[in-house]
């Protein structure tokens, strides 16, 4: 049964049993800052468990994309080297938000596993587990599903505190917990392993293939475990550990799917597939990397991309120790997308750019070799003794990709060793770092909790009316607030938008009988919009009813930049190409900015045609269309979603521009007309990542006051160089050529001056162990200048070093050269750094010539005259 079949089989089976199927969500957890990647089935449904939103479905399917490469989840070390480990998996998971609990999702479980018309696996092959505690789990599995009892493993608390238990599951240290029971699968006792809770466990024969999360509790910062009102089902099951199963073989790198990314790794590599640990690497990062890309993560030094960026860097590595020649790695996304693009099509629609930011990616790591070798022979230039330290080992690894293999190479080439304990510490620390960033550290139970959900009345009007439903100070619930408290109010409904989809939440008034509030931003917390606000007058209680104002101005400002966001994006795919798609935006009343996928930058008169085609709807000012469907309808119309925003399965489309120029799920507040928007003008253009550019731009007055801005400093432009605005710019083109006329002639000038500075300079030099040694201060020289009387100074001194100095704005230059004889005994870059140490700089070079600086002008006096000395010391 192909890993395909068992994907779709077990959607269709959950569906039958009333589940609705859910597609995946991105790698890129929605509005979740405490996850660095999506790695469970659950996480696109944590808000549903919590019970701050509502889905229109109370059971649940789904096959999600999951990466644990970084932070609290990190397989990445194990990848390659053993059976089931890997960057990439998809989680196959059912899901009960209050509806059923323990007995329907055992039995769901078990006919999908062992029944004849979808798995068929032998009941004997199965082992369960349960929490030691949870009798009615146990129950079930004996009684109404008849597992022998010797195949029932309780499984207590064996991980060293209560409720740490590999069959409890918490989703933090706080919030919804609660046991749970796992399916294990017996390979058959000719491989190595015992059964769950047995000393040898961690063998290969007992596999687990599900597992069943009881959600019945909620533990409090005391340890207190409380019921939950509405138990719920969390359910997870590897679909490349039950390939491996369904395929009769022991390692996840044997299913089809695999297969065939080790044939096209070896292809593309140009080496045997003969199942080595470093080709299973390059076919499982295949994956992390091309569906990392596709959701909008780009390679960079940090977060999210920093991951990316190691993941890629780690199978170029394995691909080179495999005798890989240049880049490689990008070709095997071809082969990826003919084995996943039917089930995920953002990869069919993203293979080009994620290529493209691949090879780019390759290409870069290459070169950072090169790099960290010169920076390797650096260190061991200064080494002391013959051990390389961890440190410089880690930095090496952490900061440039540089292969510890590799370090440890050229290290036995010059009979050095590593500091290995040292790299491992350094390493450790890393990895506690990462932890401690990426952990639930979020007590959910100081959550806001309210029921029902804020109706918003914004989309029609700035002003509405209200009541208070909650008030938070300080994250705790209160009754009432005074003038002077910082609070988060929520009002059954508002008029104020709450900050989503790239535009900023609104700002305003709430007043009331006693209270005058200020609202200084608004945000969201599950299906309500929370006013964070200053009470300025008076007090505000829970159930004060309150007149509610939204600051109008910076509303329609806002409304002006969002809609052209979406003109401008729709003017992009139209000039640049479909491949184009929306990777970020911020929506605010000032500016807006964009960011989407494009490979270069975008040319000036490339950039102008595109401003010019939205300026073009803008003037054909029709009506912007706006209507509410559900999700599969309007993406049936071709809807375009935007990056980032969450939406449910009611949505609304924004039609704007003639015969259908954008058409946009969105949520955010727009104009009526696009001819409200006025006028829009680009301001910048730049690259943010590889193969992500950003345009910033203005619309209405804000235009206006920019286009003004650069017609005042046009005119004192024409001004200054005694021109108007036709003859400005030839103007200014005269005198910048006046001006590199000048120069050249100063610069001629200044060498003539060196020549003569230094025709009298060759007397000031002395001899020094039959050496002439001259070091001087020359005043208005500039720094190239500098390096031609050093020259010039070799040239006639013969046997010499020579140190020059000048200052100039209490910056201090210096220049030091060493004829070619003495080299051997006396380097210039040696030199140059004794006498920049002692000014407050420092600096380097050749052996022969060196440059430095310093900022401590009044110990140059000093410094020039222990150059002498320093050269006594080096012809001993």
């Not at 859910?22 to 999506?38: A, C, E, I």
């Not at 490469?69 to 890997?86: C, F, P, Q, S």
């Not at 329907?104 to 999908?112: L, P, S």
């Not at 790198?253 to 597939?273: P, R, S, T, W």
């Amino acid at each position: 049964m192909k890993s395909a079949d068992i994907r779709e089989a077990f959607l269709r089976f959950f569906e039958e049993k009333g589940h609705t199927r859910v597609v995946s969500s991105s790698l890129v957890p929605g509005n979740d800052p405490t996850l660095l990647f999506t790695n469970a089935g659950m996480n696109q449904f944590k808000d549903c468990f919590l019970g701050v939103d509502k889905r229109p479905y109370t059971r649940a399917a789904s096959s999600q994309k999951c990466v644990r490469a970084g932070g609290k989840h990190n397989d990445l070390e194990n990848v390659g080297y053993t059976a089931r480990h890997h960057t990439f998996f998809e989680m196959l998971g059912n899901f009960s938000f209050g509806d059923y609990f323990k007995r329907d999702a055992i039995h769901y479980a078990w006919e999908f596993l062992t029944s004849p018309q979808w798995l068929a696996i032998p009941r004997d092959k199965l082992t369960v587990t349960v929490y030691a505690s949870d009798d009615e789990a146990y129950a079930i599995w004996q009684n109404e599903i008849g597992v022998p009892v010797e195949r029932i493993i309780r499984i207590g608390d064996n991980k060293g505190a209560p409720y740490a238990s590999d069959n409890f599951w918490a989703m933090g240290d706080t919030g919804p917990c609660g046991p749970c029971t796992e399916i294990f699968y017996d390979h058959g006792a000719d491989i190595a392993g015992g059964p769950p809770g047995s000393p040898d466990e961690d063998g290969d024969r007992f596999i687990e293939i599900w597992n069943n999360v009881f959600m019945q509790f909620n533990r409090t910062a005391d340890g207190v475990l409380h019921p939950l009102p509405a138990p719920s089902v969390d359910t997870g099951m590897g679909l490349e550990r039950i390939s491996a199963v369904m395929q009769h073989v022991h390692a996840n790198y044997e299913i089809d799917l695999f297969q065939a990314l080790l044939k096209a790794a070896a292809h593309a590599i140009g080496c045997a597939n003969e199942a080595q640990a470093s080709l299973k690497v390059v076919a499982d990062h295949i994956r992390s990397c091309a569906f990392l890309v596709a959701d909008g993560v780009v390679p960079s030094n940090e977060g999210r991309g920093y991951v990316l960026r190691r993941i890629i860097r780690r199978a170029c590595r394995h691909g080179n120790k495999l005798g890989a020649q240049g880049a490689f790695f990008y070709r095997i996304v071809p082969a990826l997308v003919a084995e996943m693009g039917e089930a995920y099509p953002e990869l069919v629609r993203e293979e080009m750019r994620i290529m493209r930011v691949l090879q780019q990616e390759e290409e870069q790591f290459a070169r950072t070799l090169e790099q960290g070798l010169r920076i390797l022979d650096a260190d061991l230039a200064g080494l002391q003794g013959t051990v390389i330290p961890g440190d410089t080992v880690f930095r090496l690894y952490d900061t440039y990709g540089f292969p510890v293999d590799l370090t440890g190479d050229i290290a036995r080439e010059r009979g050095l060793s590593l500091d290995h304990e040292g790299f491992e510490r350094a390493m450790q620390a890393q990895r506690e770092r990462a932890r401690a960033s990426s952990r639930f550290d979020v007590d959910y139970n100081s959550l806001i909790r309210v029921d029902g959900e804020t109706v918003f009345t914004g989309y029609g009007d700035t002003r509405g009316s209200g009541q208070v439903r909650a008030i938070y100070r300080d994250g705790q619930a209160v009754d009432e607030a005074r003038e002077g408290d910082r609070v988060a109010i929520i009002l059954d409904q508002t008029p104020f938008y709450a900050e989503s989809g790239g535009q900023v939440g609104d700002s305003g008034y709430l007043r009331s009988q006693q209270a005058t509030v200020e609202v200084q931003d608004t945000t969201k917390a599950g299906s309500h919009h929370v006013h964070q606000a200053l009470v300025t007058l008076g007090h505000l209680r829970v159930g004060d009813a309150v007149h509610a104002d939204v600051r109008a101005d910076l509303r329609q400002a806002t409304a002006r930049n969002h809609s052209a966001t979406h003109l401008l994006h729709a003017a992009l795919r139209e000039l640049l190409g479909s491949h184009v798609q929306q990777k970020g935006s911020l929506v605010c009343a000032d500016y807006l900015r964009f960011d989407f996928s494009h490979p270069e930058a975008i040319p000036g008169d490339l950039l102008r045609r595109i401003e010019h085609r939205v300026n073009g709807q803008i003037l054909a000012n029709s009506e912007v269309g706006t209507q509410v469907t559900d999700i599969d309808t309007a993406r049936a119309q071709g809807a375009m979603a935007l990056f980032g925003e969450k939406y449910g399965d009611e949505v609304r489309v924004l039609s704007m521009g003639q015969n259908g120029f954008s058409v946009e799920l969105c949520g955010g507040t727009h104009v009526s007309r696009t001819g409200d928007i006025g006028l829009l003008r680009i301001t910048s253009e730049a690259g943010v990542a590889a193969g992500v550019r950003r345009i910033e731009a203005r619309t209405g007055e804000g235009a206006l006051a920019w286009l003004n801005e650069g017609e005042q400093a046009l005119a004192e432009i024409a001004e200054a160089v005694k021109g108007n605005r036709e003859s400005v710019v030839g103007k200014v083109r005269q005198a910048l050529e006046r001006q590199r006329e000048l120069e050249k002639a100063a610069e001629r000038l200044q060498q003539k001056l060196a020549a003569a500075a230094g025709s009298d300079l060759v007397s000031q030099a002395e001899q020094v162990g039959g050496i002439q040694v001259l070091a001087a201060r020359l005043d208005g020289v500039e720094a190239k200048a500098l390096r031609d009387m050093v020259d010039q100074l070799r040239n006639k001194l013969g046997s010499s070093v020579v140190l020059l100095s000048t200052v100039a704005d209490g910056k201090v230059s210096l220049v030091a050269g060493v004829s070619p004889d003495v080299i051997a005994r006396v380097k210039a870059g040696e030199l140059v750094s004794h006498v920049a140490a002692q000014v407050g700089g420092k600096g380097g070079g050749r052996p022969d010539m060196a440059m430095a600086g310093g900022s401590d002008a009044a110990a140059l006096p000093a410094a020039l005259a222990s150059v002498k000395a320093f050269v006594a010391e080096r012809l001993g």
